[in-house]
C-alpha cells in the first residue's frame, strides 16, 4: 500500500469530471439512491459544457424530422465509421433526455407561437436544433445540471484508476486533503476532450486527455483518436493561443457566408451544402485554401442576419471584444481544435472492457460520432449515455473488490509547449507522413516523472499519452477520411473503413489492434 495515502472514503459511483454527461449521471444515480461522489480538477465554470453555444440536436414532432432522417445525417457526417446501431440507440434517447432536463429546470427558446424554437447547423438536413438564450445552450445545461446534481469536490484530481484482477476497485485522487482512496465498485470517466493538444482550441484550459489516460493505464481500449474535429469558424486574432471564442454553426444556418479576402464565397461547388457542409469538409476547405494562399484567415459575413446581435448574444460579445461589430464587420475565423471524434471504446449505456469502468461524454467512443461529429450531437450524447451509466452503476452496487494496490503512476510527458507547437504544426487538419514523422520524433524524447509530480506534470503526461495515440493512429490510417486528411493519401480507402483500436501491451506500449492488422510503438 501507498504509505502517502492520507485519507479514504467510499461511494457507489464515483464520477470524475463536472460537465454534461458526468452531472447527469450523478444526479441520475443520486435519484436512485447511489451515494456518488464527484471529483472534479476544475470547476464548474471550466467544463466544454458551458462553452456549448449551438444547442443539442434533438428530433422535433412538427417539421417533418425523423429518427431515421437524424441517424441519416450522423452517419452521413461520420464518414463510414459510424456504428449505426449505436446511433439508432442515441438518438432515439433524445426527446426522453430533453424532458428529464426541463424537469431539472433547463429553459429552450421558443418561437412566437410557443413551441420550442429550432435551427439548422451543419451536416443537418432539417432545422432540429433546440437553443437557450440564443447561442448559450451549454451555458444553461450547467446551470441546471450544477443546481440539480449531487455537489461536486473541486480542485480533486484523478491519479488512478485502481483495479483488482482486471476489475474496478476504486480510484486514487489528489485533492486538498492530499492524496486519497475512494473505494467504490464503479468509477465513470466524464473528463471531456483533448483541445490543449493544441495552440489554439474552443476547449477550456482543463480539457487536457486526462480520461484517456486514466483508461489506458487501467487496460480499457481507445479507439479513432485520429479524428479530431477542427471548427471552421473560430474567432481569429494573429499570434492569439490558447481557448478561443468559436463562431457558432447556427450562425451561417441562419445565413452567413465564409468568403475569403477577395470576398469570394469560396464554398460553392465545394459540397452541395455549401456553407453548411459537414464541419470536417468546411475546415479541410478553409485549410487547404489558406495553404494556397499564404493568409491566416478567412472572413465570415453575417451582415444579412437581421438582429444578429439578439439572436447570438455570445458570439456578439466575443466580437466586439475584439473590435469586431458582426452586424456591420466581416468576421475573421480560422480552423481550431474542437472535439476528439474518438476516445475510451464503450457500448451505449459507457461500459468500457473494464468490468466496473465507465465513460461517457467527450471522453468515450459510442460509435455515434465515427470519423466526424455531426455538429450539436454531443451534449445530446452526454445527456443519454450519462443517464445510462447511472443505471449501470445501480446494477454494481454491493459488488466489492479488494484494493490491491495504491501506488502512485509514474509519468512519460512532453513539454506542454512543445506539444502543443508539434501538434499544431504536423497534426492539424490537414497532415502527411513527414509530419507525422517528424511528431512521433518529438514524442520519443518524453521525461519520466517519479511521484509525487504537480497537476500540470499530471495534465502533461495525459496530453502526451492522448498525442502518441494519435500520431500512432494517423500514421497508421493512410487515407484522408473523417475529419483525418492525409495530404499524401487524400482518397478514402475501403480497407480503412474500420476503427483502430489501442491498448497498451503488457509492456506499457501502445498497440493497434484490430483482428487484421496489429502494429506498435513505444
Request: include cysteine; charge should be negative.
Amino acid at each position: 500500500m501507498n504509505p502517502s495515502v492520507a485519507w479514504e472514503t467510499a461511494a457507489d459511483l464515483v464520477v470524475v469530471g463536472g460537465g454534461i454527461a458526468g452531472l447527469t449521471a450523478a444526479r441520475t444515480a443520486a435519484a436512485r439512491g447511489l451515494r456518488v461522489l464527484t471529483v472534479s480538477k476544475g470547476s464548474s465554470v471550466d467544463t466544454a459544457t458551458k462553452y456549448a453555444q449551438g444547442g443539442i440536436a434533438v428530433v422535433g414532432t412538427d417539421l417533418g424530422d425523423s429518427i431515421d432522417a437524424h441517424v441519416s445525417d450522423t452517419c452521413a457526417a461520420g464518414a463510414g465509421l459510424c456504428d449505426e446501431d449505436a446511433v439508432r440507440s442515441i438518438v432515439s434517447g433524445g426527446r426522453a433526455a430533453i424532458a428529464s432536463l426541463e424537469v431539472a429546470g433547463a429553459h429552450f427558446d421558443r418561437a412566437p407561437d410557443g413551441s420550442v424554437s429550432r435551427t439548422r447547423e451543419g451536416g443537418h438536413s432539417v432545422r432540429r436544433i433546440i437553443h437557450s438564450g440564443g447561442d448559450a445552450t451549454g451555458a444553461e445545461v450547467q446551470r441546471t445540471l450544477d443546481s440539480a446534481a449531487p455537489s461536486v469536490e473541486f480542485d480533486t484530481t484523478a491519479l488512478r484508476v485502481l483495479t483488482t484482477d482486471g476489475e474496478v476497485a476504486g480510484l486514487l485522487v489528489r485533492g486538498p486533503r492530499g492524496v486519497g482512496v475512494v473505494r467504490t465498485p464503479t468509477v465513470l470517466l466524464a473528463t471531456g476532450g483533448l483541445g490543449q493538444l493544441f495552440s489554439c482550441s474552443t476547449n477550456p484550459a482543463g480539457a487536457t486527455a486526462d480520461g484517456i489516460a486514466l483508461a489506458l493505464d487501467a487496460g480499457a481500449r481507445v479507439a479513432d483518436l485520429e479524428f479530431v474535429q477542427f471548427h471552421p469558424t473560430v474567432l481569429f486574432a494573429a499570434g492569439s493561443t490558447g481557448r478561443r471564442p468559436l463562431i457558432s454553426e447556427a450562425v451561417r444556418g441562419e445565413g452567413a457566408r465564409l468568403v475569403d479576402a477577395t470576398g469570394r464565397a469560396f464554398m460553392d461547388g465545394v459540397h452541395p451544402m455549401g456553407d453548411l457542409a459537414p464541419r470536417d469538409v468546411v475546415s479541410r476547405a478553409i485549410a487547404e485554401l489558406l495553404h494556397r494562399s499564404g493568409d491566416d484567415h478567412v472572413l465570415l459575413d453575417a451582415r444579412r442576419i437581421e438582429h444578429v446581435r439578439e439572436r447570438f448574444p455570445t458570439v456578439t460579445a466575443s466580437c466586439l471584444d475584439a473590435g469586431i461589430d458582426p452586424a456591420t464587420d466581416l468576421i475573421p475565423v480560422a480552423p481550431a481544435a474542437h472535439y476528439s471524434c474518438g476516445g475510451i471504446v464503450t457500448d451505449t449505456f459507457g461500459r468500457t472492457s473494464v468490468s466496473g469502468l465507465l465513460a461517457a461524454g467527450e471522453v468515450a467512443r459510442t460509435g455515434l460520432h465515427g470519423a466526424n461529429r455531426l455538429a450539436s450531437n454531443s451534449l445530446l450524447e452526454g445527456l443519454v449515455v450519462g443517464a445510462r451509466a447511472a443505471l449501470v452503476a445501480a446494477e454494481r452496487v454491493g459488488t466489492t473488490v479488494a484494493v490491491s494496490d495504491t501506488a502512485l503512476p509514474v509519468y512519460r510527458r512532453i513539454d506542454r509547449a512543445v506539444l502543443q507547437r508539434t501538434m499544431t504544426t504536423h497534426v492539424g487538419v490537414v497532415r502527411d507522413a513527414s509530419g507525422l514523422a517528424a511528431a512521433q520524433n518529438v514524442l520519443a524524447h518524453g521525461v519520466v516523472s517519479e511521484p509525487p509530480v504537480d497537476g500540470v506534470a499530471v495534465e502533461d503526461a495525459a496530453l502526451t499519452a492522448a498525442a502518441d495515440v494519435i500520431v500512432l493512429a494517423a500514421a497508421h490510417r493512410r487515407e484522408s477520411r473523417g475529419c483525418h486528411t492525409r495530404r499524401d493519401f487524400p482518397d478514402s480507402m475501403s480497407e480503412y473503413r474500420r476503427s483502430l483500436y489501442v491498448e497498451r501491451d503488457d509492456e506499457g506500449r501502445l498497440t493497434i489492434v484490430n483482428d487484421d492488422v496489429m502494429t506498435g510503438a513505444s
